[in-house]
């Protein structure tokens, strides 16, 4: 069975950040450490560390997204790197130009990180297969597969309001079928070593074989899925989900799996309550829930910046340990 | 024509499935026949003789489905390239899907191909006719036209037709002039995006996926209609066990179907796209090892009685792309044989048995006199080494594409002579 592209450089430094798939939960704590300690950075009066200065990370955007491209933007101007945005689903594949001849011409303009969001399950490995060996793939999202730094903002988040993941039981629900960030969740959590990981949903967003494929608990009913758990994972719901006959209405999944203060009683006394946002009011949740005591939705955007600088600079720092190795210097920071 | 040459093919171990011949004997060949087994006619002179000591002597190859992009998709690959790869692989008769550009809808077309073959002298390319003008699922297509012009078939290719109104016509009419139908079975509406079995890696890996149920509705959509309408139908590379069971159960009760598997599904599963592999993007997709194992058991028992290559050659852009927006195919002449040779190797199935999935099982889907050896047949003759190891690499690739995802693995036995019609059509230099 073949792997997928390594993401790691030989000495098991982050190269590319594409999927959760694959890292060890060594890495990963590496990651919510590093970012922990770069949340006091935006509280700083110059929010800026000279991590990356010098480098260039262009955002390659072929799906339109103005919240997750910010906090990577905004991520890597503290680390003090240039940064370009394209927003390529409107320029140059309109004009026939394919994936691979945009890639080489920023390469050619010697960018040394590409932060991909694509609409296609595995773009951001096609990117990391195809890139120049000195650029590193950072995944923002692709198609139905992975959402990494998603998913570890989210762990930072758990993090700072619960102890232990190996005590925990954790809840996503929404539709799982179509979510990346659902999927990157799942790996995540069990390789931090969550016990318990139950997704709910109706049977037409939950993945076919989701107990064997992605080892979670599958509940149709939410009262069943949220009994005792400690946190609470509310996915975004497409509209055209209605349309493509895998729900009836927003109406009917609010009144099933809509989150309100009441169903949540059943959750341990001290459950948080996340969601990726951007949030539907009153199809996923209701507002009383969302800018409740127990949501920590605005904390998790927060984090995100702080995750997002995490990753770009280890990838970006350890690119400067391989080249100082490489050319035989004793002074990789 | 200048009149073929009179050849013997001696000592080598002579399978024939038709006429259940598995000996070692000579067999010798006139005016692009076989002359005699055995003992030469009397006043035989042979103008070339080839020893086959050590090697098999099979009829040449049958493979129902191999894509050969002329005309309309020449930038993938051409007659020529593909049936030189082919004779280089010990297949002389290829069936070419009708989704060609312009598509073989007409005589014109048909006979274009089979000209241009010909001319090349490869290998023999039998076109299938469209069901349906352009493939488009609402007009016949002129059925008894395109067999006169040489289809020995008609089919949809990969574009089922959605009407089923329209589908029992086409039976129907196909019906009426005897020509077996070729059916791609992958319901429309549940195949659509589609990349990659609905199952544990599609789960994980969020690829979007073909259910079962695809395969399972359109193959009893077909068997239904096939009932109704006395029609002869064929499913063209199926891909899961309970399709495989609808069809023998349908068999049994004696409906006029007939199946058959494309190689790639005896060996990969859904398990070979977890590194992403664009080369194992495939339609049907691949699908779990419970299902290759029925698919396995279904060759060896007969069930399916042919199996292909279901060659389908890229350009190299046609799979750079992320894996679901990659082109589905496999480019697979130059690995039937040795993955067929394998299945034997591992005792899947008995050597002749293996042939005549190869051979006879597929020209009697298509009623065509190929893929037999018996006194008087069209010498269509592959001569192979059983015993050579070789590693498939792009450099041994000699059809025009590389998209395949046994690069790097060991095959088995490699073809010496191929003979069409009594020509020696292929010869490998490096005889050892």
Known sequence: MSALTPQLHANGKLRHFLTLEGLDAALLHEIIDRASGFLGVSDQAVKKVPLCRGKVIANLFFETSTRTRTTFELAAKRLSADVLNL??????????????????????????????????????????????????????????????????????????????????????????????VARSQIIALHTLGVP?????????????????????????????????????????????????????????????????????????????????????????????VADGERSVILEQVSNGIAVRMAVMSMCLGNQNLQHSQSAGATDGQ | MASSPKITIRNGRLIDPASGIDSQTDLHIAEGRVAAIGAAPSGFQPDRTLDASGRLVLPGLVDLSARLREPGHEHKATIASETRAAAASGITTLCCPPDTQPVIDTPAVAQLIQQTANRNGYARVLPIGALTRGLKGETLAEMAALKRAGCPALGEAERPIRSTHVLRRALEYAASFAMPVFLHPLDPELSAGGCAHEGRISARLGLPAIPEAAETLAVARGLALAEQTGARIHFRGLSTA????????????????????????????????????????????????????????????????????????????????????????????????????????????????????LTTGPAGVVDQPYGRLGIGEIADVCVLDPEARWTLTPETLLGRAGNTPFIGTEMHGRVSWTLLGGRVVFERVEQD
């Open chain 1, 196 to 288: 318990e990981v139950r997704v709910i949903g109706p049977r037409t967003l939950i993945p076919a074989q989701a107990e064997e494929a992605l080892g979670v608990r599958v509940c149709h009913d939410l009262r069943e899925g949220l009994r005792d758990v400690d946190v609470v994972i509310m996915l975004r719901l497409q509209r055209e989900r209605m349309s493509s006959a895998l729900l009836p209405s927003e109406h009917e999944y609010f009144r099933l799996y809509g989150l309100t203060e009441e169903r949540l009683a059943v959750a341990h006394p001290e459950a948080i309550v996340m969601h990726p946002g951007p949030i539907n009011r009153g199809v996923e949740m209701d507002s009383q």
């Open chain 1, 87 to 180: 927003n390529i689903s409107t320029s140059a594949t309109a004009k026939g130009e394919t994936l691979l001849d945009t890639l080489r011409n920023l390469e050619a303009m010697h960018v040394d990180m590409f932060v991909v969001r694509h609409a296609t399950s595995g773009a951001a490995h096609f990117i990391a297969d195809h890139a120049a060996p000195h650029v590193s793939v950072v995944n923002a999202g692709d198609g139905r597969h992975a959402h990494p730094t998603q998913a570890m903002l989210d762990m930072l988040t758990i993090h700072r309001h619960k102890a232990d993941f190996s005590q925990l039981r954790v809840a996503i629900i929404g539709d799982i079928l179509h979510s990346r």
């Open chain 2, 242 to 357: 309970r399709a495989v069971a609808l069809l023998s159960e349908a068999r049994r009760r004696g409906v006029r179907a007939s199946g058959d598997v494309s190689i790639h599904q005896l060996f990969l599963t859904e398990d070979d796209l977890a590194g992403l592999d664009a080369n194992c993007h495939l339609l049907p997709p691949l699908r779990t090892l419970a299902d290759r194992e029925a698919l396995r058991a279904a060759v060896v028992n007969g069930d399916l009685e042919a199996v292909c290559s279901d060659h389908q050659p890229h350009d190299a852009d046609a799979k750079l792309a992320p894996f679901p927006e990659t082109d589905p195919g496999i480019a697979a002449l130059e690995t039937l044989l040795p993955l067929a040779l394998r299945l034997v190797e591992e005792g899947v199935i008995g050597l002749p048995e293996m042939i005549a999935r």
